[in-house]
């Protein structure tokens, strides 16, 4: 997949009514921290007010992990995530039971992925996304790589492309600064 040129970047940007992602590795930094009892993950809090940005404007999230996690379940609930599948089965079957409940088309998801485990997800998305420490298949399957690495910001960097995309980012600006 070839990457997409500015203007085209931008006209997928605007199109998107679903933002999927990975977890582990796109919203936290791939480490996980385990005793006996319990499972700790690092999470950047400018994804989640991103997130909630998008779910504000009306565009629907969802996350779809290769893990079972109870951290990951924790955040989902403290954001609000509208969907959250971490069954361990192909994560283009989980997208597609969200776009058969939403109505929405592959052309109007953007998707985060950084491991093998997402490339059948990043090749049908109408915008591919991937991580500066994704695996070299990822990058190759990507419309556009972040700046910012996984769990630092990089899904607050594709949130604010699409809000710009849509002319949304500078009253949303706006909003706040008053």
């Known amino acids: 997949m070839a990457r997409k040129s500015g203007v085209k970047l931008r006209e997928s940007f605007a199109k998107v009514r679903l933002f999927l992602s990975d977890v582990d590795g796109i919203l936290t930094d791939a480490s996980v921290f385990m005793d006996q009892e319990r499972e700790i993950k690092r999470f950047h809090v400018m994804d989640g007010l991103g997130l909630k940005l998008l779910r504000r404007e009306g565009i629907k999230v969802g996350w779809i992990s290769g ?5 990951t379940l924790r955040r989902a609930h403290e954001l609000q995530i509208d969907f959250l599948f971490q069954d361990g089965g192909r994560k283009v079957d989980a997208a597609e039971k969200i776009l058969k409940e939403t109505g929405f088309g592959w052309d109007q998801v953007c998707y985060m992925g950084d491991d093998i485990l997402d490339l059948g997800m990043l090749r049908r998305a109408g915008v591919a996304v991937a991580v500066p420490q994704a695996v070299p298949e990822v ?10 690495p996984g769990g630092h910001g990089a ?3 594709v949130v604010e492309r699409i809000l710009k995309a849509q002319n949304r980012w500078a009253r949303l600006v706006e909003e706040y600064a008053a």
Do not use: D, G, L, N
């Open 155 to 157: 899904v607050r960097e």
């Open 139 to 148: 990058k190759a399957a990507a419309h556009f790589i972040t700046r910012r």
């Open 67 to 71: 893990r079972t996690s109870p951290a």
